[in-house]
């Protein structure tokens, strides 16, 4: 089973701080992705990679940045938070084979005040 | 720009009839769309999907259509049961990128 771990499930951080998630996937998969969730907007792309050291940005990249050091693990960076990146963030994984195509984790709710 | 769009926020269906939900596209490059599901504070999970050669795929209760003249595809679920109650992302992917573009969901609840 493919497993997609995102560090925390709930956090809670202020205006200006600079807030770190992670993600880590168990299996070997090349892209990873990170998206957040908003009511009404449904799930938007921010950046992706297909390979460690590599990035891209996806539709709504303003604000953020991400790092791939290794295969497994993909980390979003909110360089100086703000209220309006209080959403729902999901990290996933892909191997472009098979019909499944992303592997998402479960999520982390972050709230920024 | 809204390239995938689920015109219906909501949904209710009675046990056992049919659930049809609806998306629409406007990029005719996109050339493989899936549906996914997601319940509260889970990530989605993948249900079915369609390569834009074909115009049904079916798995189980769950059945895509793909109307690509139209740029419309829909989720047939037969028949709807409570499990099934979640919020329904369609999504869209074009040249084996595995970057899909998702709809802004519907969320499906049936009642017994």
């Known amino acids: 089973d493919v497993k997609v771990t995102q560090s925390s499930r709930y956090l809670v951080k202020r205006t200006g701080e600079k807030v770190f998630l992670e993600c880590v996937q168990d299996?070997?998969?090349?892209?990873m992705f990170w998206y957040r969730q908003d009511p009404g907007l449904g799930l938007r792309l921010i950046y992706f990679s297909y390979d460690v050291k590599m990035k891209e940005k996806g539709d709504i990249p303003e604000g953020y940045s991400v790092s791939r050091e290794k295969k497994e693990r993909f980390s979003l960076i909110l360089e100086s938070a703000s209220t309006n990146q209080t959403s729902m963030y999901l990290c996933?994984?892909?191997?472009?084979?098979?019909?499944?195509?992303?592997?998402f984790g479960s999520g982390t709710q972050l709230s920024v005040l | 720009d809204q390239q995938v769009k689920q015109n219906s926020p909501s949904l209710s269906v009675q046990e056992g009839r049919i659930s049809i939900l609806n998306c629409d596209y406007t990029?005719?490059?996109?050339?493989?769309f899936l549906w996914y599901k997601k319940y509260p504070a889970e990530g989605p999970t993948f249900l079915i999907s369609?390569?834009?050669?074909?115009d049904k795929n079916e798995d189980g209760r769950f059945t895509v259509f793909l109307n690509k003249s139209a740029k419309h595809l829909s989720l047939h679920i037969v028949p709807s049961q409570p499990g099934d109650s979640a919020v329904y992302f369609c999504a869209a992917e074009f040249y084996n990128t595995d970057k899909l573009i998702f709809g802004t969901g519907t969320r499906l609840q049936v009642f017994p």
């Open positions: 990029n005719s490059m996109f050339d493989y």
């Open positions: 996933a994984s892909s191997t472009r084979q098979g019909p499944e195509k992303l592997f």
């Open positions: 369609i390569s834009s050669i074909k």
């Open positions: 299996m070997d998969h090349e892209n």
